[in-house]
């Protein structure tokens, strides 16, 4: 019982109170702002999984966002549901992945991120120029909404709960692989490759993976992106996305499970809060990331990380401290 009242899963029960909560006070854009918070983490999380627990550094998780957003809109508009584009996109997410992480066997550090980044112009450069698929430019409007049992999720709150379902059942995923063997490999090849090679783990196959299931959860994201805006074109892919979603999981804390939580937090709504400056916001964004950044380059979840082990450190020393006088009384007795 006392494990269940634990301040951290309290402040969890909390932020889910609030994340159901919350949109009945909001406006109709303020409900999107949610929304797209709820579809960035999820693409954000796919990236932690590669940056922050294997160690690979990815610049290409906005073109998988676009990959997801471009089958979804395809097929859904050809009448198709939304969950046979989400199973396309995973699948199809998957194996470029992996293929794109084949790179990463040889090349490493910002090697890595120059055959990530080349593959993310690549893949905006299709979404672009292919309009007999993505038609250019000029993009595919129209993309419709899912229904459930026949009843539309048209509303922008209805949708919202389908884009915060999302990102619960990823939520769910993540922890499940973290806590697996195949997340205490990915750890162990971010901290030490040869460490962990010569422990037995295939270093390899679990490169590969990082990359594979980490470019999954972006098609994943961008499943959800399209019916959310209801219009795909190639500019939200452009390699300021894949950058954005690496700023995220950067100020959040990378290799935390819930920094991506909070660098989009910080990516999605800091800017919209900070528009009463006006022609500034922009400008007073990028400085309060800079000096994050300055002061914790562990991101937010490093400075509360560094401080609960400060504290846990003066407590054991504080123990200590006391039980040295009961040691000495014992041993002149």
Not at 34 to 60: E, F, M
Not at 86 to 106: K, T
Not at 130 to 152: D, N, Q
């Amino acid at each position: 019982m006392t494990q269940l009242l634990s301040p951290r899963n309290l402040a969890a029960l909390a932020a889910i109170v609030a994340l159901i909560v919350l949109p009945h006070f909001l406006s109709r854009y303020g409900i999107y702002i949610l929304s797209l918070w709820a579809v960035t983490v999820i693409a954000a999380i796919g990236l932690n999984l590669t940056l922050g627990y294997a160690g690979q550094i990815s610049l290409a998780q906005g073109a998988f966002v676009g990959v997801g957003a471009y089958t979804a809109a395809i097929m859904t508009t050809q009448g198709w549901p939304l969950l046979a584009a989400l199973a396309v996109a995973i699948v199809l997410c998957f194996v470029i992945g992996w293929l794109l992480g084949y790179p990463a066997l040889r090349v490493q550090h910002h090697y890595l991120a120059f055959v990530t980044l080349a593959f993310a112009t690549l893949a905006y450069l299709v979404f672009r120029n292919e309009e007999w698929l993505t038609k250019g430019i000029y993009g595919i409007f129209g993309v419709p909404r899912p229904s459930l049992f026949g009843h539309p999720l048209k509303s922008p709150i209805a949708f919202y709960y389908v884009c915060l379902g999302a990102l619960g059942l990823t939520t769910l995923f993540g922890l499940w692989l973290v806590r697996s063997p195949w997340g205490r490999a990915f750890m162990a090849l971010r901290e030490n490759p040869v460490r962990a090679l010569s422990l037995g783990v295939d270093t390899r196959r679990y490169t590969l993976m990082a990359f594979a299931i980490g470019s999954a959860l972006g098609g994943v994201s961008g499943v959800f992106y399209a019916p959310l805006v209801e219009f795909v074109d190639p500019t939200p892919f452009a390699l300021s996305m894949s950058f954005n979603l690496l700023l995220m999981v950067i100020v959040g804390g990378q290799g935390f499970f819930f920094g991506p939580y909070l660098g989009a937090l910080i990516a999605v709504l800091l800017p919209e809060w900070l528009r009463f400056t006006k022609g500034y916001y922009l400008i007073i964004y990028a400085f309060v990331v800079m000096l994050l950044l300055i002061w914790s380059p562990s991101g937010i979840l490093g400075i509360l990380d560094r401080y609960l082990t400060e504290r846990k450190t003066r407590r054991a020393s504080a123990a200590r401290a006391a039980a040295k006088p009961t040691y000495d009384s014992g041993a002149s007795s």
